[in-house]
């Protein structure tokens, strides 16, 4: 059986993030976050009752839920958010980073990719996409290829 770890979940405004949140998890301890209170909770509740065996908390700080995880997801919204970036910056150190791109993966990380080494200059940063409703239908890209296989096990082994 795979290391639980900590996944935390910043931006929740996309369904593919949620969708890929309430799977992982089922294996995983996961941390929630977002400004939009309503939803935080709405999502929360949603999670809770297709996971009610997983262990699922909403956190209030960015800085918290970042600090406390192994794993950081981000939704693209989020990402381009940039006094967020620069509050979590500090704690995200040696940390794996998923972005999670709703639209034009490709476009995004080329455009984005000197500006997200710049940000997270000690952890490794992933684009990630969910083509479509089914989870299993995702890709992932990253511009050095390193370290993706490890990753990708981590998303599709776990989830």
């Not at 369904?15 to 998890?25: E, G, M, V, Y």
């Not at 309503?38 to 996971?51: A, D, F, G, P, R």
């Not at 972005?99 to 490794?124: E, G, Y």
């Amino acid at each position: 059986m795979p290391q639980r770890k900590t996944v935390a979940v910043i931006g929740l405004s996309k369904a593919n993030i949620i969708l890929l949140a309430t799977k992982i998890a089922q294996y995983h301890t996961v941390l929630l976050f977002d400004t939009d209170a309503i939803l935080l909770n709405e999502v929360y509740l949603k999670m809770h009752s297709e996971n009610p065996n997983s262990t699922i908390e909403i956190v209030n700080c960015p800085i918290d839920a970042s600090w406390e995880a192994d794993v950081i997801l981000f939704s693209d919204s989020f990402f381009y958010e940039e006094e967020l970036i620069q509050k979590i910056k500090k704690v995200t150190t040696g940390k794996v980073i998923l972005i999670l791109w709703s639209q034009n993966m490709d476009l995004a990380v080329d455009m984005d990719q000197a500006k997200i080494r710049n940000l997270f200059p000690f952890s490794k940063v992933f684009s990630i996409a969910v083509k479509s409703d089914n989870y299993d239908d995702f890709f992932l890209k990253d511009k050095d290829n390193e370290d993706i296989q490890s990753v990708m096990a981590f998303l599709s082994a776990n989830c």
